[in-house]
């Protein structure tokens, strides 16, 4: 027997995981899309402590993404520049270079957004803080990483030539 899949939920009545590093990168993700039905966007809500981060800087070559401010202050950076930020903001998250982007609660109240992105397979993502790319291939509806069908987090600078290796 299925169960119908109601397509509203309230942002209070979800369960938040814990994700970061323990330090700086620290935040509670509520994943929301798959408990309400959605297929092509995924949707989940970050809260930030006072300090926090939920990711380093990065762009995006594929997955594009929308944040939408709920409660509280902090600062974006995109491409470089900095941004105040604060409830009833509207934040473009588009794809490629100079879209570089980071939401930071620098307040002192929780700092509680809306992340929607759409889920295209692969996403290459940049870390231009640390020269780090990322490959994400697989189902990234629910954010977990383990559902990744291939995921390597590797820095740009370790690659090797095209025909590295290849003697055929
Ligand atoms: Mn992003």
Avoid: W
Avoid at 3 to 25: A, H, L, S
Avoid at 69 to 74: A, D, K, S, V, Y
Avoid at 119 to 136: C, W
């Amino acid at each position: 027997m299925s169960e119908t899949i109601k397509p509203v939920i309230n942002i209070d009545d979800i369960d938040y995981m814990d994700f970061g590093d323990g330090g700086k990168f620290q935040a509670k993700l509520g994943m929301i899309g798959p408990l309400i039905g959605a297929k092509k966007l995924g949707y989940n809500i970050t809260r930030l402590q006072p300090g926090k981060a939920a990711f380093p800087y990065h762009l995006h070559h594929n997955i594009e993404e929308m944040f939408f401010i709920i409660e509280g202050e902090g600062v974006l950076r995109f491409d470089g520049k900095e941004y105040p930020i604060k409830k009833g903001d509207v934040i473009a998250g588009p794809t490629g270079h100079g879209t570089a982007h980071q939401i930071r609660n620098t307040a002192d109240a929780e700092l509680v957004f809306l992340a929607v992105s759409t889920l295209e397979t692969p996403d290459v993502a940049e870390y231009p803080d640390s020269g780090k790319y990322a490959v994400i291939c697989g189902d990234l509806a629910g954010g977990d990483p383990s559902k990744a069908t291939f995921r390597i987090v590797a820095k740009k600078d370790a690659g090797v030539g095209y025909f590295d290796g290849e003697s055929e």
